[in-house]
């Protein structure tokens, strides 16, 4: 680490457990990001655990920052959706901004998977995944692109899915002053368009699809080659991951999923 990210390091610094801010109280930090730091709090008046989110000190200093931050917050004022938590209350505290969400008790995928040893079929996978394509198709008729629905940003807690964290949120027909510079799988995944979203549940769904996998061979070979799925659902997989022809819309997507899901039913009452 050179003399200026040691500098950025210790100006960036999260707040400790037991500050105060304005009437919360930072119990733990939940999350680092790239933007941000994302505390638990006690509300003092209600001693209810929420949210609090900071804009770090040094992206105060950068537009892209102080955008990225202000778009979050406005596109939360704007949600109405019982699986995203509502945005509460927005303060500032030693001239710096902060806001207030709805603290979710859920846990994520990965920790279902490695911590819980659950193991997902393809249809519990698919199925999943169609629960998650309600609160995303909710979020594209807004005309909204979540651009992160990544393994830590969907959370279940008593059966229900939630969707969390909209740092990266945009909305369609906006323009990322940063796109040029996206290569690889970041290019599909912050692309403004819905298909960005598919493209992630993508991968989120390969995640689920492979707690079940046991290797047979040291060999690495493609996906759709160590997996064994239904043809239906290896097609909808792949244009989720736009190897073929990219789903546009949500609306395509769920009625194939919910197609597929159909034929599973099938096949479970004939076995019985």
């Not at 959706?81 to 969400?101: A, C, G, N, T």
């Not at 799988?185 to 989120?204: C, N, P, Q, T, W």
Request: net charge neutral; with cysteine.
């Amino acid at each position: 680490m050179n003399v200026l990210e040691h500098v950025i390091a210790l100006f960036d610094r999260p707040l400790r457990a037991g500050t105060i801010l304005h009437n919360y109280r930072i119990e733990s930090i939940l999350g680092m990001g790239s933007y941000g730091f994302t505390y638990l709090v006690t509300d003092l008046s209600s001693t209810h655990q929420k949210v609090v989110k900071q804009l770090r000190k040094s992206k105060q200093r950068l537009q892209a920052g102080r955008k990225s931050f202000a778009y979050e917050k406005q596109i939360m004022q704007k949600l109405r959706h019982s699986s995203i938590p509502k945005l509460l209350d927005v303060f500032e505290w030693k001239r710096q901004p902060f806001y207030v969400m709805e603290y979710i008790r859920g846990k994520t995928f990965e920790e279902l998977i490695f911590e819980d040893q659950k193991t997902y079929t393809e249809q519990e996978a698919f199925t999943i995944v169609l629960e998650i394509l309600q609160v995303v198709s909710y979020l594209h008729e807004q005309g909204i692109v979540h651009r992160d629905l990544r393994i830590p940003n969907i959370l279940i807690e008593n059966q229900t899915i939630y969707v969390i964290d909209f740092g990266l949120a945009r909305y369609i027909g906006e323009r990322d002053e940063r796109e040029d510079t996206f290569l690889g799988e970041k290019k599909y995944m912050r692309e403004i368009h819905y298909r960005s979203d598919f493209y992630a549940l993508g991968h989120f769904l390969l995640f689920l699809l492979y707690s079940a996998y046991a290797p047979t061979t040291k060999e690495e070979r493609p996906w759709y080659e160590e997996l064994t799925l239904t043809p239906q659902g290896c097609h909808i997989l792949k244009r989720m991951l736009q190897i073929d022809n990219p789903y546009q819309n949500a609306k395509e997507l769920c009625e194939d999923i919910q197609f597929l899901l159909k034929e599973w039913g099938k096949l479970c009452s004939k076995s019985f």
